[in-house]
């Protein structure tokens, strides 16, 4: 069971936007940071958006992130076939002073 | 580009212990605090243990508090993490990271993985 929940799976048509929510609590997204990861098949996470909404280098704009209260949120407009992945919300809990994560969330490109 | 590479993982019965290792490529190792995460069927992405650049601070997981140790060798541009008393639930693929500096959640150059399976 973790400690973050996100959908199991979304899907939208190509050049759609969709969405993937992230919810915790008080102790971890209310009091800190929310960071997304992509999972590519057979492949290690890979760093989409931290601090709630900041983009590394190398992230297209077409990725977004937004927190409100304990509720996180990802954005990806204009869906490729590429971007079909799972998705994680990672955050930080200061109760358990420890990493948490979302179950993750299958995005299917139709 | 610096990458990160685990090695160590193996088949070890219920009981057992093991050493993960993973090597940093690049010239900043020290630089970053490191952190080793697994992934599992079961309970997908869990984040096990957090290490400063210096090795000063440490941070686990209740799920391997007191079984597992996470250290550093800055010469050696090396993490390591010694793992005991493990059970049939710490199977799975870990991997080790960097942690992005002024974060503390957001962890980023992900290794590939190396493989624990623990069975009797």
């Known amino acids: ?110 | 580009q610096a990458q990160l590479v685990e090695s160590g993982g193996a088949l070890v019965k219920p009981g057992g212990s093991l050493r993960l290792s993973c090597v940093d490529s690049g010239f900043a190792f020290s630089d970053y605090y490191m952190t080793w995460l697994r992934q599992t069927p079961g309970l997908g992405l869990e984040w096990l243990s957090h290490i400063s650049n210096s090795g000063s601070t440490i941070f686990y997981a209740d799920s391997v508090k007191g079984r597992f140790a996470i250290s550093r060798d800055n010469s050696k541009n090396s993490l390591f993490l010694q793992m005991n008393s493990l059970t049939v639930g710490d199977t799975g693929l870990y991997y080790c990271a960097r942690v992005r500096p002024g974060t503390i959640e957001a962890f980023f150059d992900w290794g590939q993985g190396t493989l624990v399976t623990v069975s009797s």
């Open chain 1, 1 to 110: 069971q973790s400690v973050l929940t996100q959908p199991p799976s979304v899907s939208a048509a190509p050049g759609q936007k969709v969405t993937i929510s992230c919810s915790g609590s008080s102790s971890n997204i209310g009091d800190n940071f929310v960071a997304w990861y992509q999972q590519l098949p057979g492949t290690a996470p890979k760093l989409l958006i931290y601090d709630n909404d900041k983009r590394p280098s190398g992230i297209p704009d077409r990725f977004s992130g937004s927190k409100s209260g304990t509720s996180a949120t990802l954005g990806i407009t204009g869906l490729q076939t590429g971007d079909e992945a799972h998705y994680y919300c990672g955050s930080w809990d200061s109760s358990l002073t420890g990493g948490v994560f979302g179950g993750g969330t299958k995005l299917t490109v139709l």
